[in-house]
Each structure stands twice: as C-alpha cells, then as structure tokens.
C-alpha cells in the first residue's frame, strides 16, 4: 500500500507569532513540522504496520522545510518530497493545492492522508481541493481508520458523536488530534534519516503554473477592546433605559 501524507512547516506554537510587512506570518523564527501532521505521520505509519507498503512525505516551502519532511522520516516515514520554488512565495490555498496535487499525482498512491487544518492557516481548505484536484473522494475528520482490501473505512467525528463512511482507493482523508499519539523519534530513527531521501521539485517539474494568489491579506488591525456591559437593574423604568441605551448606540 502506497501513502502520502501531506506535511508542512510552521512556526513553532510555543513561540509568539509576529507578521511581516506584508502581512503574512513571519517564519524566520523557530519552525517545526506541523503538530497536526505529526498525526497524519504516525496514522500513515500505523497502516503500513498492518497492511505493508511505503509512506512517502510530500510538502511545499522553501528549501529549509526539509527539516520538517526529515522529522517524519526520523518517525519511520520511507521518503520525502519538497516542493520548492520561488515562484510559489505567498501561494494561496488553491496554488498550494495544485502543486500538490501534481507531486502527489507522480506517486500514484493508494491513500492520502492531511492534517485537518493547519496550525498557521487554520482555513482547512487545502484538503477538499486536493482531493477534487486528484479525482479523490474525500471523507474527513477522521478519528480512526480501517482498511479493508480496496475500501477506506473512516469514523468520522462530529459534533454529535461520529460517522463511520467507507469509500473506495484511492482516497483522501483527513485526521484530527484524536487520531492516534505521534510517537517519539529513536535516536535508530534519527540516524537513518540522514540517508533517506528528500527529492527537490519546482513548479516547473510539475508543470504548474505560477498564477497571482487569489486573495490578499490588505490590512491587519488589532481587536477592539471589549467595554463592560451595562448592568440595568428592573425598578420599573427598565424598558425606557434600555431603548436609550439602544439609540444612543444608534441601533433603533
């Protein structure tokens, strides 16, 4: 059985955020593989524990994400491959699904496995691309997984309790936290990560097109401090307080 398991770097989540002059989220400080894709890792390595195969890491950044994809592979993951290319600075969640999509499409894999969302976007809008961009179904916010010759059995987690949906592979899912514990890199694992390989493709490999982002952050403002309510208390002239109150708000 042949897994992608989409990765990314981000700023570290115990480190404050700060933006840069463009408003986008400055990565020059502490940087990690994305916690929320250490569950995507160790799912994917959980799967090919039962069912055999390879897991194959696929992420877009620049070049130093390599260390994020070598943080899977210390986990067990079998290969990486980055994405990286100056022409994909600012990408936008569809640009970043189409690359991709075309790596992912030279691995012809059975399963793809992503994070729900990621820790520094937080829009979750790349997997449901992804997978209409592969010709995937997708079954989503899984908290456990089987799989069962060619079909991918998912319980899928919801407000209420959960679903269990089933489709046929290839397929994309996406896991959340519930998933299963990321297991700790041993120093074998760290070792022999040296040597596994990470390929380096550009847009220009995949075939994609460069393309202008399709939204701009424009502005950033800090939230507005919130003023204390207005207790009123009802000693019969409640109703005529209140309606001064809503006009001086000019909501009346």
């Known amino acids: 059985m042949k897994i992608v398991v989409t990765v990314k770097q981000v700023p570290d989540p115990n480190s404050n955020l700060t933006l840069e002059a463009d408003n986008t989220i400055s990565r020059e400080k502490e940087v990690v593989l994305d916690p929320g894709d250490e569950c995507g890792v160790e799912e994917g390595l959980q799967l090919k524990e039962a069912h055999g195969g390879e897991v194959i890491l696929v992420s877009m950044g620049p070049e130093r994400a390599k260390d994020a994809i070598r943080k899977g592979l210390s986990m ?127 847009i220009a490999d995949l075939g994609v097109e460069k393309g202008e982002p399709a939204e701009t952050i424009e502005g950033m403002a800090e939230a507005e401090v919130r003023k204390a309510g207005e207790v009123i208390e009802d000693d019969g002239t409640a109703v005529e307080k209140i309606v001064q109150v809503l006009a001086a708000a000019k909501v009346l």
Do not use: N, W
């Open 76 to 202: 067990g993951a079998d290969r990486g491959v980055l994405i990286t290319d100056a022409g994909l600075a600012g990408a936008d969640a569809l640009l970043t699904a189409k690359a991709l999509a075309a790596a992912i499409k030279q691995e012809q894999p059975d399963l793809v496995i992503c994070a729900t969302e990621s820790y520094d976007g937080s829009t979750g809008m790349v997997p449901p691309m992804l997978a209409e961009l592969l010709g995937m179904p997708q079954l989503t916010f899984a908290k456990k997984v089987e799989i069962d010759g060619s079909k991918v059995k998912v319980h899928r987690q919801t407000a209420d309790g959960y679903q269990v949906v089933e489709a046929s592979t290839p397929a994309l899912i996406t896991v959340t936290a519930a998933i299963a514990e990321p297991r700790y890199a041993s120093l074998k694992g760290i070792m022999a990560a040296r040597s596994k390989e990470i390929k380096l493709v550009s």
